[in-house]
Nanobody
Framework: QVQLVESGGGLVQAGGSLRLSCAASGRIISINTMAWYRQAPGKQRELVAVISSSGTTNYGDSVKGRATISMDNAKNTVYLQMNSLEPEDTSVYYC??????????????WGQGTQVTVST
C-alpha cells in the first residue's frame, strides 16, 4: 500500500551533521503527518520529530535545538536535518507516515530504518 524509503544514514563524527530523507510512495490519497523516530539497542523507540501537512512541527526533548524537520508535500518526502550530533544520537532512525489510502483507511506506515552512528 504505502512504501517508505529512507536514506542519508551513516557514520558521522561527534559534532557533525547529517540529513535524512524519507520518500513515501504507493496508493496515497493524502498524508496527514510524517515523523522520524529512533531506537537504540535495548531502548524504546522514541519520537525525534514530527511534522503535519500544514507544517506544524514538534520535537523530542533530546533533539530540540539540534534538529529540523521539513516536508515536501508534492513529493511526499520528509527530511530531518540534525546538527551537533552526539554519540547518544546513535540509533536506527525510522520514518513514519500517517497516510490516507482509501475512504475507509488511514494508518501509520513505517520505513525499514536507517542506521546513524556517531563516533567520538
Amino acid at each position: 500500500q504505502v512504501q517508505l524509503v529512507e536514506s542519508g544514514g551513516g557514520l558521522v563524527q561527534a559534532g557533525g551533521s547529517l540529513r535524512l530523507s524519507c520518500a513515501a510512495s504507493g496508493r496515497i490519497i493524502s498524508i496527514n503527518t510524517m515523523a522520524w523516530y529512533r531506537q537504540a539497542p535495548g531502548k524504546q523507540r522514541e519520537l525525534v520529530a514530527v511534522i503535519s501537512s500544514s507544517g506544524t512541527t514538534n520535537y523530542g526533548d533530546s533533539v530540540k535545538g539540534r534538529a529540523t524537520i521539513s516536508m515536501d508535500n508534492a513529493k511526499n518526502t520528509v527530511y530531518l536535518q540534525m546538527n551537533s550530533l552526539e554519540p547518544e544520537d546513535t540509533s536506527v532512525y525510522y520514518c513514519m507516515a500517517n497516510a490516507k489510502t482509501s475512504y475507509w483507511n488511514t494508518a501509520n506506515y513505517w520505513g525499514q530504518g536507517t542506521q546513524v552512528t556517531v563516533s567520538t
